[in-house]
């Protein structure tokens, strides 16, 4: 039995997640809690790949996330490309087809790449940087790691993954 998944049908739901992104997020209300799905799409894609492709996929997404945002430009390839790079190296020591080994893995990312931007672009500090890093981005770590469950979910058959509890 192949166990990869197969290419063009996940390559659907990582371009559904980026139009969604554009499309789908900025109706649910406020932008520092709502999920992040083209930060969801990098991630499945780089549990699924080598961390060199990962990287790049980071940077390309990181670049892209700046070119809308360009308060501090590079803040977001930086982040993406290490989170890109972290996750596809962290399938290799954790199994990624158990539900809280993924759920960790998305938390994280999330989280990381939130506070590898606030480190970067040097915008917040004091106070501000501390609810940055306590409220906002694990609230939208929260509902990053609860989206990404939902598409695993609905999407199992199509990743090829034997979800294990």
């Known amino acids: 039995m192949n166990t990869q998944p197969s290419g063009f049908k996940v390559g659907l739901v990582l371009l ?10 900025p109706l649910l209300g406020n ?3 709502a999920p992040d799905f083209l ?3 990098l991630m499945f894609f780089a549990i699924r790949s080598r961390p060199a492709n990962a990287a790049v996929a980071g940077f390309t997404v ?3 996330a700046d070119a809308l945002s360009p308060v501090a ?4 390839a930086l982040a993406h490309t290490v989170v890109g790079y972290l996750q596809a190296w962290g399938k290799a020591i954790f199994f990624p087809d158990n539900l809280l080994v ?7 990312g999330c989280w990381l790449r939130n506070f590898l931007v606030l480190l970067a672009g040097g915008q917040t500090r004091g ?10 981005s ?3 770590a929260i509902t990053t790691t609860v989206a990404g469950l939902l598409v695993l979910l609905t999407f199992r058959r199509w990743f090829k993954i034997g979800i294990i509890e």
Not at 73 to 76: D, E, L, R, V
Not at 130 to 135: I, M, N, Q
């Open 102 to 108: 993924t759920s960790g893995f998305l938390f994280f």
């Open 138 to 140: 694990v609230g939208q």
């Open 127 to 136: 106070a501000e940087l501390f609810w940055a890093l306590t409220a906002w």
């Open 16 to 25: 559904a997640l980026v139009l969604m992104h554009f499309t789908v997020r």
């Open 31 to 33: 932008d520092r809690l």
């Open 62 to 64: 990181g670049i892209l």
């Open 73 to 76: 430009f590079g803040a977001g």
């Open 39 to 41: 930060l969801l799409a």
